[in-house]
């Protein structure tokens, strides 16, 4: 599912170059849900991004289900990010002037799918992840954290990702509510085979999923 090889990315500033990730490769299966474990600062979020599309690395390559990101033009990227991965953040980045179910609906509108297939499928999504059916028409400000966190979990399941990211998903997040969201990604895995890559400080997220990658000093090693 996802091949990540000799990924190297660095920054050059007034002090030099600066490599926060350096000559990493592993692997991802179709289906498993993979936690990626580091401090603060290791370069979590920035392998993110790269597996993302949403940036590129300095050397090295990437695949998802055989595609190479680095060798995709601008546009082919987008497209590809938008149809064959989902994104799941701390902060859960949902529109405020728009319903849970319009929220959810977005990916597909914005790859063309028509409105009512758009909201049909926002709907059962919505309930696959445990919001009722009641909550549909509530905007992101009169929801829990944690159910605009499930919102912001239907909306990176909607258009069937090959993959979903998923940036340390709990952070904002009671014990309870950190509890309710891996049993989510658990359902979304066992019912969808979905695939999950997560970036966590949190114990108990990362113990839950099938196995952890660990990033420091630029490279990852599995324990």
Do not use: W
């Amino acid at each position: 599912m996802v091949q990540v090889r000799n990924l190297t990315k660095a920054f050059t500033d007034d002090t030099g170059r600066f490599e926060v990730l350096r000559d990493l490769s592993f692997t991802i299966n179709k289906g498993e849900m993979v936690a990626l474990v580091g401090a603060s600062g290791a370069g979590k979020t920035t392998l993110l991004q790269i597996v993302g599309a949403l940036d590129l690395p300095t050397s090295g390559s990437v695949e998802i289900t055989g595609k190479s990101l680095t060798a995709m033009k601008p546009d082919e990227r987008a497209l590809f990010r938008n149809t064959a991965i989902g994104f799941v953040f701390q902060f859960h980045h949902l529109l405020p002037d728009f319903t849970a179910l319009e929220n959810v609906m977005m990916p597909g509108l914005i790859a063309g799918r028509g409105p009512n297939v758009c909201e049909d499928e926002g709907r059962r999504i919505l309930e696959l992840v445990g919001i009722a059916r009641r909550f549909h028409s509530h905007y992101p400000a009169e929801l829990s954290g944690g159910e605009r966190q499930r919102v912001a979990l239907a909306r990176a399941l909607f258009n069937k990702p090959a993959l979903i990211l998923a940036d340390e998903p709990t952070g904002n997040l009671d014990n309870h509510n950190g509890g309710m969201l891996l049993n989510l990604f658990k359902k979304a895995n066992e019912e969808l085979s979905q695939t999950f890559l997560v970036a966590t400080h949190n114990s108990d997220l990362a113990g839950g999923l099938h196995r952890a990658l660990y990033l420091s000093d630029g490279q990852v090693h599995e324990r």
